[in-house]
């Protein structure tokens, strides 16, 4: 039993290189997932803040959780893309023929994404660090803040990984990032939700993105977090483990 465990993890830190080989050589998407992000945060910091009512005297302590959730969005697109790939390419059936655990070449697109988005999430904390952002959160404040924004990543990797293992098309596998986009646009990361049409604002109020900026600017801002912690954990530990089982189902019944 230990040997097979011993194996199971050096297959797993050989796809999890080659996968980060494959991340960090792509341009476009440390584009997308890091330098975008911190754009959008100094536009709406010093472009559009000083027209916007958030009820904080510094607009880049509001804004700084849903940039990160934005950031992590971002790069589902390239998780589905790259998972496409590979399956198109036979890259799966050919890792299968070798003596390697057969979950091991999934599990590393699912890490890389960990990792990548972690990366992602330290950068543009520094930068929002330069532009103001001042926390008197302490240390576990900041540990439920990291492990929050984990459960996010997994949670939507393993959505994304649905997609880029069934679509027919590489258009129909980067589909997932679009609705994607949309959440953090539609909730409390950039203005309150009392300040939206009251349609708009019932949605807004009732999605997850909303819920879990809540409880991430309640713990940065070292304020209570209520309820909206234990909603943040339900819908990103939910959506996880339901996308996790659809998309090992459509793994093993494609590969």
């Not at 589902?76 to 057969?102: C, W």
């Amino acid at each position: 039993m230990e040997t097979i465990k011993n194996y199971y993890f050096t297959d797993l830190s050989v796809m999890l290189g080659r996968s980060m080989r494959h991340h960090f050589r792509s341009v476009d998407t440390i584009i997308t997932a890091t330098i975008m992000p911190v754009a959008l945060m100094l536009l709406f910091v010093y472009v559009l803040g000083g027209a916007i009512e958030s009820g904080s005297n510094n607009y880049v302590n509001y804004l700084l959780p849903g940039v990160l959730l934005m950031a992590i969005a971002n790069s589902m697109g390239y998780t589905s893309f790259r998972l496409f790939n590979d399956v198109q390419k036979g890259i799966f059936e050919r890792f299968h023929s070798m003596p390697i655990a057969r979950s091991a070449a999934l599990w590393g697109h699912v890490l890389v994404s960990l990792v990548s988005n972690a990366v992602s999430v330290v950068v543009i904390i520094l930068i929002a660090f330069i532009m103001g952002f001042r926390s008197p959160a302490g240390v576990l404040s900041w540990l439920a803040v990291i492990g929050i924004l984990a459960l996010f990543t997994l949670a939507l990797t393993w959505l994304a990984a649905i997609p880029g293992l069934t679509a027919k098309t590489q258009d129909g596998a980067i589909a997932i990032a679009y609705p994607i986009h949309i959440l953090p646009l539609i909730s409390s990361a950039f203005v309150p939700t009392n300040t939206m049409p009251t349609v708009v604002s019932v949605f807004a109020e009732n999605q997850p993105v909303t819920s879990i900026v809540n409880a991430m600017r309640a713990l940065l801002n070292n304020q209570p977090v209520g309820n909206d912690i234990w909603i943040a954990l339900a819908w990103c530990i939910g959506i996880m483990l339901v996308a996790y089982i659809f998309a090992m189902r459509a793994y093993k019944k494609r590969v």
